[in-house]
């Protein structure tokens, strides 16, 4: 996998975790677990490594019946469709599930929203709105009305409203998520590596079920003292062997059959 041009992660439902009552006579305990392939798609500067990337990915997920869910933002739609148009046109073809999340300069990331903190929540949602509807110009930060952007791209160029929208800050999920909702998202991400309650592993927010995950393969310590790492930037280290997803994955599903 190319560094710079995709994040993967698996996240993991074991669905044991997510049933209360108890067994019924002659049912399985030892219920497989469900793992959601999530990959984040971010970088249109590497437009060829990045679709070359995705198109693998496609390959892999269907050479094993899976799906992968696919989290895209308008800006990479946007050069797919000019530079790599077979990647546009084979998401559309295959049953992958396109996802949406946003990336800076959207005025919702920190680091970006300055202009957000003194709107009341009706020119908030108006801005908002906006920015989910209209094109991004990346130079600036504002808006371009002449072109989509936002959901409504993606929707549009893929034939389908994403399924799943992460906006990785708190502070503008209560303004952001009811659009989403709007527009036809039907799940959102509140947390990225854990936090589903096994007693109720289902839970709604504005209108999206927050998407559930026992644990997910996305980092972690190998040495004492040392601070959790993503596997993928570690591949090219000599603690390469320390960080092989499948194995991780192997170790955590064997922690929670314990």
């Known amino acids: 996998m190319a560094a710079g041009c995709l994040l993967a992660l698996c996240c993991i439902l074991l669905t044991p975790h997510a049933v209360s009552a108890p067994l019924a006579e002659g049912e399985d305990a030892h219920t497989p677990a469900y793992i959601t392939f999530c990959v984040h798609v971010h970088d249109f500067i590497h437009v060829d490594e990045s679709a070359d990337t995705i198109l693998s990915l496609i390959d892999l997920f269907e050479s094993h019946t899976v799906c992968g869910d696919f989290y895209f933002t308008s800006p990479i739609i946007r050069a797919y469709e000019e530079e790599r148009p077979d990647v546009v046109d084979r998401l559309r073809e295959r049953d992958m599930t396109i996802s949406h999340h946003i990336r800076p300069p959207h005025p919702a990331y920190r680091g970006f929203d300055g202009r957000l903190e003194e709107l009341d929540p009706a ?116 603690l390469a062997i320390e960080y092989v997803p499948v194995e991780r994955l192997q170790t955590e599903l064997g922690g929670l059959a314990a």
Request: net charge negative.
């Open 123 to 238: 020119a908030l949602g108006n801005l908002l709105r906006d920015y989910e509807t209209y094109g991004l110009d990346l130079a600036t930060g504002g808006l371009i009305l002449d072109e989509l952007g936002g959901m409504a791209h993606l929707a549009e160029v893929l034939g389908q409203a994403p399924c799943a929208c992460s906006i990785p800050f708190e502070q503008w999920r209560s303004a952001l998520l009811p659009i989403w909702h709007e527009m036809g998202g039907r799940m959102t991400v509140s947390y990225h590596e854990s936090g589903t309650d096994p007693e109720q592993p289902f839970v709604w927010r504005d209108g999206l079920i927050i998407r559930p995950s026992d644990f997910s393969i996305t980092r972690w310590v190998v040495r004492e003292g040392q601070e959790a790492q993503f596997w993928w930037n570690m591949l090219d280290t000599p």
